[in-house]
Nanobody, 123 residues
């Protein structure tokens, strides 16, 4: 069992940076891949980025590649999504999720989810 809590969301201006954290509790977090997903207002939830259990492999959606960086610190049970050059279209509720095994883009593959943190980017 893994319990996830996101933090770091807020209201920023276009071009700003923001750092989201996903803190995990539970055993053997280092065995889990972690994904970030977001749900823009009135739209379906979509994949943002994912990181493997060791942090050695990452996946990014094309829309955030080069702007967002995902990292993890297993000693602190934390995954960080560093977001840069933010755009109004990045406005969404951001969720982290965890699964045993490799990192994947498909949200249905993730077993554990946080409650989300809101990111709003003004133009």
């Amino acid at each position: 069992q893994v319990h996830l809590v996101e933090s770091g969301g807020g209201l920023v201006q276009a071009g700003d940076s923001l750092r989201l954290s996903c803190a995990a509790s539970g055993r053997a977090f280092s065995n889990y891949a972690v994904g970030w997903f977001r749900q823009p207002p009135g739209k379906e939830r979509e994949f943002v980025a994912a990181i493997g259990w060791s942090g050695g492999s990452t996946l990014y959606a094309d829309s955030v590649k080069g702007r967002f960086t995902l990292s993890r610190d297993n000693a602190k049970n934390t995954v960080i999504l560093q977001m840069g050059s933010l755009k109004p279209e990045d406005t969404a509720a951001y969720y982290c999720a965890a699964r045993r095994g490799v990192e994947l883009r498909h949200q249905v593959a993730y077993n554990y989810w946080g409650q989300g943190t809101q990111v709003t980017v003004s133009s």
